[in-house]
């Protein structure tokens, strides 16, 4: 099992250039179902779901290859080629998605291509438990009849109807589900509460790429459905920048009292973070082409309470629960999302913070600094936490079952050396 190991203390600097967003590719490549034909998507991030959502799209018919080609600058090795000509089955397999819970996004686009899904129900996983009942509420409201056996999930629904859709939680992979499987749904659909987070942004610009018409006013999405399948076309898309990379490597700055910029980065996507970071006595400016980072003074504490977009994301919860570990007073964090998504603070304490869990609500008592200690990821953004921990703590941390890192995070080690970390993987 591969390791991560960090010797801490060296303040981040020089520029670092930010990934594809995982979760914008992951729904956008389940849309390219949706047009029969050869998609190239740029900026595609080499990453363990990636990998699994590429193996899904085979197990359909289509087909996806890394481009080989020319080394022109757009097609640089982060494209893919995704033909869906021949997508003609609608099975996904459990040890499939079991790997990976945003499998599951594959049922409204194979609602929509093929008028049925059968797809294994996802798992839960160590934030939480991870319902998917707005996914089959959105389902049966558009008219496909659902049934479930075995841990299956058996949609039908050849002739789709637009309707209203009303969303309890502002779910992201729901709202996607759903947007997915209205696209070829009769007359007019509106997604009321659904999430809006930068990557549906995203995958709302990707459907409009191949020929629907969605548009997103005073907070409702509205969708007008295609009739038929031949109004859709297959197109060329560049992935924005990975806000959720983006902030992690930006409390990585903040952490190790350095100086960092990052290209690509938009200011828009990470207004939540960049607040709190500047109430933590940080520096932030937009240069031209993203965002600059400094800080060289004791971080002061502050709380935060996450909640859906434009809110405190939760994917940044535990990565900024490392640095208030840090800050000199006391903090609170509030993770409304999940209800288990606190895995990093026993590990935390291992190095020496001092936190104090209640329910969804965790005190940090802010130390001088870490030390460092082997310690364990359990999940993605958990995981990102115990890295920026071991940047900052004093002496030589390892970090076990790193491959929850590498899910969501590409080359994060090479990333960091190249802003003067001490950072190796064995
Ligand atoms: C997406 O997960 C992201 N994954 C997660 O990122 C992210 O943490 C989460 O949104 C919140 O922003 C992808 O985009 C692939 P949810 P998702 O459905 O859609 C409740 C990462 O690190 N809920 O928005 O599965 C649920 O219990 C991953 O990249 C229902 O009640 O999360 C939770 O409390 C981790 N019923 C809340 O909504 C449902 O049918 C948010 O869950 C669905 C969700």
Request: hydrophobic share 40%.
């Amino acid at each position: 099992m591969k390791k991560f190991i960090i010797d801490g203390g060296v303040r981040l600097h020089g520029e670092v250039k930010v990934s594809g967003s995982k979760n914008s590719c992951l729904p956008i490549m389940a849309a390219t179902l949706l047009a029969p034909g050869k998609h190239l998507i740029h900026g595609v991030p080499k990453l363990g779901d990636i990998h699994t959502m590429m193996q899904i799209l085979r197990v359909t018919g289509a087909s996806v290859d890394w481009y080989k080609g020319a080394e022109e600058s757009r097609l640089k090795d982060h494209t893919l080629i995704i033909d869906t000509s021949e997508v003609n089955n609608s099975e996904i397999p459990y040890e499939i998605v079991s790997k990976m819970r945003a499998s599951f996004l594959v049922t409204g686009a194979l609602l929509g291509r093929l008028g049925s899904a059968h797809v294994a129900r996802p798992g839960g996983c160590a934030i939480g438990h991870r319902p998917i009942d707005e996914h089959l509420y959105g389902f049966k409201m558009l008219g496909a009849q659902l049934e479930e056996k075995h841990g299956y999930i058996h949609a039908k629904g050849n002739s789709l109807v637009g309707t209203e859709i009303h969303l309890n939680e502002q779910s992201v992979t729901a709202t996607e589900n759903i947007l997915l499987a209205s696209v070829t749904a009769r007359g007019k659909t509106h997604i009321i509460n659904g999430a809006k987070e930068p990557h549906i942004i995203e995958l709302i610009n990707f459907l409009n790429s191949i020929g629907t018409e969605i548009e997103l006013e005073n907070d409702i999405i509205m969708i007008n459905g295609r009739s038929s399948l031949d109004q859709l076309h297959p197109s060329e898309y560049e992935i924005s920048a990975d806000y959720i990379e983006a902030g992690t490597l930006m409390i990585a700055a903040v952490i190790t009292n350095g100086d960092i910029t990052l290209i690509r980065a938009r200011w828009e996507d990470l207004t939540a973070l960049i607040t709190k970071l500047q109430e933590i006595g940080a520096t932030l400016e937009k240069t031209n082409n993203g965002i600059r980072v400094k800080k060289n003074n004791v971080s002061k504490p502050c709380s935060i309470k996450t909640s859906p977009y434009p809110g405190f994301p939760t994917d940044l919860q535990p990565q900024l629960t490392s640095l208030l570990s840090i800050a000199n007073g006391t903090s609170v964090v509030t993770e409304t999302m999940f209800e288990q998504r606190f895995n990093h603070i026993p590990e935390l304490v291992r190095m020496g913070a001092q936190i104090e869990v209640d329910g969804r609500s965790a005190v940090i008592n802010g130390v001088q600094s870490l030390s460092g200690a082997q310690v364990m990821a359990s999940d993605i953004r958990g995981g990102a936490a115990l890295v920026l921990a071991g940047l900052s703590a004093k002496g030589k941390t390892e970090i076990s079952r790193i491959y929850h890192i590498e899910r969501g995070y590409e080359g994060l080690e090479v990333k960091l050396r190249g802003l003067g970390a001490n950072i190796k993987k064995v």
